[in-house]
């Protein structure tokens, strides 16, 4: 692939392992601050179409013990993008050659907005396959439209996604609602 080249490939099973591999990676490198971590995104979807790059969601206890690790994060090749455009977050990228493989966002646990949002929309698209199959129908047309303007690319998905995250937040809010009313309990503050 070459380095921005759109390319959307068929669901891999292998992904899941990749990210289970990848994400013990992760959590060695972080130690303490890391509270959880989770496989977001395209990838995390069976059966869904996608960019073959795997991402990762780390919430930490403090960006600022993440950042004091920043050592141990670029020793297993990941570029350290800080922010990089998202207030509250860290983001990290890994390549091998010119092909991305794996992207990691990384919160601090009281950003429950941006973590909910990336959870609702993975878990509300494994939920409802017609949704992912428009997702992937609109991703592959897009590839195939943009092929080397990956911020076309993304640009095209933009109304898409902007729909699918309010679905899904309203979704996954009637999911707590219901396990609510079966237990009694509020499960807000586990990740």
């Known amino acids: 692939m070459k380095r921005d080249e759109v390319l959307v490939v068929p669901y891999d099973s292998h992904w899941a392992s990749a990210y289970a591999e990848e994400a013990e990676k992760i959590a060695k490198a972080l130690e303490e601050p890391l509270l959880a971590i989770?496989?977001?995104?395209?990838?995390?979807?069976?059966?869904?179409?996608?960019?073959?790059?795997?991402?990762?969601?780390?919430?930490?206890?403090?960006?600022?013990?993440?950042?004091?690790?920043?050592?141990?994060?670029?020793?297993?090749?990941?570029?350290?993008?800080?922010?990089?455009?998202?207030?509250?977050?860290?983001?990290?990228?890994?390549?091998?050659?010119?092909?991305?493989?794996?992207?990691?966002?990384?919160?601090?646990?009281?950003?429950?907005?941006?973590?909910?949002?990336?959870?609702?929309?993975?878990?509300?698209?494994?939920?409802?396959?017609?949704?992912?199959?428009?997702?992937?129908a609109l991703k592959q047309a897009l590839a195939v439209r943009y092929p080397n303007d990956l911020g076309a690319y993304c640009d095209g998905k933009d109304a898409f996604m902007k729909e699918l995250e309010r679905k899904a937040l309203k979704w996954q809010q009637a999911q707590k609602m219901k396990n609510e009313q079966k237990t009694g309990e509020n499960d807000s503050d586990t990740w």
């Open 38 to 136: 989770h496989h977001i995104g395209s990838t995390a979807v069976p059966s869904l179409s996608a960019k073959p790059i795997i991402d990762i969601m780390g919430i930490v206890t403090d960006l600022a013990e993440v950042d004091r690790r920043k050592d141990a994060l670029l020793a297993l090749g990941y570029e350290y993008m800080g922010e990089f455009g998202i207030a509250g977050r860290r983001y990290l990228r890994k390549r091998i050659g010119n092909k991305r493989t794996h992207h990691v966002h990384i919160f601090q646990k009281d950003d429950r907005f941006s973590i909910e949002r990336h959870l609702a929309v993975r878990d509300y698209l494994r939920a409802h396959e017609d949704e992912a199959k428009r997702y992937a």
